[in-house]
Structures are given as structure tokens and as C-alpha cells.
């Protein structure tokens, strides 16, 4: 994954006329529902919803995966977010956005600095002068790089149980597959270094995970990590069910491409000068404490710790809400 950069200018979008065409290929030939977009962004076709007042403070939500989508998040919580101007993004390339094929960058690669560059595209399009990007899982990657590169932006950062330093996300996940098949863990990173040649990059974070997924499957390896009980799982796939968005596998290879396994995050951490606060489920075991701790020390983060599994508001929807009302009080200068 190719480290953030500071100078990327923002791309034109000189054939987005031409591209709304599409839409109505998308979404029939009625028109979208009030406060709902699907917009030709910074190369790419970006569907997100926006509800509450004008006037309330600004939230953006990027959910995690990477390639899910907003849909469960607004249906299972989102009416507790009235006193907020909330805006549902689906990623590029997830959920109702189009894929990444059809997108000017393309499906092959996928990196963070395009993702930061599509949130700051949906600011400006929507004209909202000063956020706070709420970002859950993968997503909290992007709301602290955002916030690192448009600060004057940002009024503060929410991290719901966030994915920040892949190597050590690898290695948690091989660990707990080790215990579970009740082996001896067998960290491959010594040996992947031994074997890399001198200035060629080791993959470690790659090898721990595929030495993790051959122990356990992948999906049910992350269910036994992620959810707290067999009632959540459901409660989840049964938003996302109805709502019929499933998918992101081809988000999630653009960004292994891109070398997502390998991409270590907490050194920008340091370069933060926004607020961060740091919602955290104790039951998450892909996030706590491992990956909360790199925000609690290097970008001094207010942390909330919920007696809950990665989707807090599935497990303690009242705690979850009082963090993140605690979170937005007062103004951020």
C-alpha cells in the first residue's frame, strides 16, 4: 500500500455530464429518492445519503470491509442520529457505488490516498464546510488519513474499532487460528525476511494471513473474532440481506494488489493535529487491544472501551450512542 502523500492534487472530473447517463442505467428512470446521490466524483461513480438538519454538526460514515457498504449502519442505528447531519457513504467500488471497473483509476490497484481524495470530493460537492469523519474498521484508516491531510476540514475523528497496522492485524488473526485448531502458532515472518532479498519488500503481513486462513477459513475465522454471539452475526447479515448489498471482493483485491497487507498506518499517527476519539468493543479481538493501543499512544486518543463485539451498536446500541454523542460535545478549534 503506497504511503499517503501530502501534494496529490484533487483530479478534474471533465466527463461527469456525460457519465450521469448511467445512472439512470443503475437506478431505473425515476429519480433518486430526496437527499439520496449517485455522483461521477474524483473518477468515480459515489452513491451516498445525507439525513438530519442542515445546521447540525456533520458526520461522515465510512464503514470498514474494505467493499461493505453504509446500508446496515443507517437502517440499524441511524435513527438515533437525528441530532446530526449525517452523510452515508458507500466506498468506491462497495454497496449502491459503481464498481471499480467502470471507475477512471480502474480495478487492478486501490489505495488510501484515492479514498481520502473521494471523501474530500463528496465535501466539496455537498458543500459542507467542517466534518467529522466517523470511520468504522477499515474505515477509521481513512477518516484519520483525511484528517491528517485536510485538518482545516476536519473538526475531530471517530474511530470505531479501527484496523490501522496490517502485519500485526496478520498475526492477530494467526494467532487466534492457531489456538482455535489448538497448535503452536508458527509465525512465518522470520523466514519470509530470510528469504527476501536484500532491499526487496518481505511479505509478512501476506504470509501470516494465508498461514492464518489455511488453519481456519477466512470468514468464519473473522466471525469468531468479530461478533460476540450467533444473535449479532444475524442481525447484521439480515440488514444486509434486505437491503440486498453484498459483495466487496473486488475493493478488498484492488487493495491487496496495492499491497494492503504490508501497509503499517501508526507512524502518520504522529502527524495527527485533529482530536481523535477511539470507540472500542472489547470483544473485538481483530482490534482491541492491538490496534486501539497505536491510537491511544501515538495519536493520544480519547478512547471509550463497550462491552462489545467490531459492530458496537449491534451489542450496546445506548453505550455506542452515548460515546459518540460524548465524542461531538463542544467545538474543536
Known sequence: MT??????????????????????????????PEDTYSEHLNGAELYFEVAGPEDAPALVYLHGGPGYNSHSFRTLVGDRLEAFRVVYLDGRGGGRSGPLEDSVQGAETLDIDTLVLDLEAVRDFLGIERFTPLGHGFGALVALEYGRRFPERTARIVAVNPWLHFPDLALTLLSEASAIRGVTLDDPAEKIRADTPEGQHAAVGEARLEAAFGLVNGRDLLNRLEFIDHSSRMRLEYADVEGQLLGGGEVQQALVNQGLW?????????EQKRPVFA??????????????????DLANADVTLLPTGHYPWLDDEDGFIEALERAMEGDTK
Open 279 to 296: 470507540i472500542a468493543g472489547l470483544e473485538d479481538r481483530t482490534s482491541y487491544p492491538g490496534q486501539v493501543g497505536w491510537l491511544e
Open 3 to 32: 504511503a499517503p502523500h501530502d501534494d496529490d492534487p484533487l483530479p478534474g472530473e471533465p466527463a461527469e455530464d456525460a457519465a450521469r447517463a448511467d445512472d439512470q442505467e443503475r437506478f431505473g428512470e425515476e429519480e433518486l
Open 262 to 270: 504490508s501497509f503499517e498506518y501508526p507512524p502518520f499517527l504522529m
